[in-house]
């Protein structure tokens, strides 16, 4: 991945064989490209995947299908420079927006229980933490706004091997 701040390679996790399987959709399908970091709160996460420049939001394209099924409670944790899927309040509902973690989140964010499913990491960021870290460090809008003063571009990703 190239961004504003730097460029980032992530290893995917074969423990996640359907989260995998779907943000290398994303990315095969260009989807990713030219989108931005929409939420980024200082020392826990950086979104992206789901808006364009100016916070304009960018609907999944129909044909890299719906949400996907939840992969938690496999071993893959929350861990400081991961990688996992966003999703509403509905365990079954992540489709392209994934997030960096710039903090060990596994006690807030992984699998506890059916009712607390947890978010699915399943990868992790093998070159390029310090560009994790300067997303993460980004000017805010205002106090609070879990967005930065000026946007963080995905310029694109692309599968390595």
């Not at 992530?10 to 399987?21: K, Q």
């Not at 996460?45 to 808006?51: L, M, T």
């Not at 960096?100 to 399943?122: I, Q, W």
């Amino acid at each position: 991945m190239l961004t504003s701040d730097g460029e980032l390679v992530v290893e995917l996790d074969s423990r996640t064989p359907i989260t995998t399987a779907n943000f290398l959709k994303y990315v095969a399908a260009k989807y990713y490209d030219n989108t931005i970091f929409h939420r980024v709160v200082p020392d826990f996460v950086a979104q992206g995947g789901g808006f364009i420049t100016g916070y304009v939001s960018k609907a999944p394209g129909a044909d890299l299908g719906g949400a996907i099924k939840l992969e938690t409670n496999v071993g893959v944790s929350n861990l400081k420079y991961t990688i996992a899927m966003a999703r509403t309040s509905v365990a079954d509902s992540a489709t392209s927006q994934f997030f960096f973690n710039s903090v060990d989140n596994s006690k807030v964010l992984d699998y506890k229980s059916a009712a607390e499913p947890g978010y699915a990491a399943f990868g992790r960021v093998i070159s390029g933490t310090a560009t994790v870290d300067k997303i993460n460090a980004e000017p805010q809008l205002f106090a609070g706004a879990e967005a930065t003063a000026t946007e963080v571009l995905l310029y694109w990703a692309v599968r390595l091997k």
